[in-house]
């Protein structure tokens, strides 16, 4: 009697080789998931601190801070990645809570809207805001969103 070489694995060690990789592959999804909105929310954090350095020297020279959002032109920049389109947050400037312009600015990155990566959430930290008072905010749940 001869034997035939087996070319390779049988169906059933295939199969529990894809049962394996799949078990793993679920199991680091949510820790990829969960580096991916760090990378973009350090990513939103950067673009809003160099931001604020903008209108700061906006207000040495001008003794004033200069509101801006979506589409309102000028030197700032309201998306937070390298285009618009690619950006997981946008961005936009107005004045602090019961404060004029002139006064205090706050800076806020909103996650996922219409004119960004609009399935983009950030469900721990929510929006981002700085201050140029210093404040550090996030309206999420989270209380170590800057870090």
């Known amino acids: 009697m001869t034997k035939r070489a087996s070319a390779g694995g049988s169906l059933l060690g295939m199969l529990t ?32 601190q160099e931001l604020m350095q903008q209108q700061e020297r906006h207000f040495t020279r001008f003794n004033s801070y200069v509101a801006f959002s979506t589409g309102s032109g000028g030197e700032y920049r309201w998306w937070s990645g390298r285009t618009a389109s690619s950006s997981a947050y946008e961005l936009e400037g107005k004045a602090c809570d019961g404060q004029q312009i002139r ?39 989270s209380r170590s969103c800057w870090r």
């Open 17 to 48: 080789t894809l049962v394996i990789i799949a078990i793993l592959a679920a199991a680091a999804m949510p820790v990829w998931s969960e580096a991916v909105i760090r990378m973009r929310r350090g990513e939103a954090q950067a673009a809003l």
């Open 103 to 141: 006064d205090c600015i706050q800076l806020v990155a909103t996650p996922g809207t219409p004119n960004v990566d609009r399935h983009f959430r950030d469900p721990q930290c929510e929006r981002l805001i700085l201050t140029s008072s210093g404040l550090h905010l996030a309206t999420g749940p």
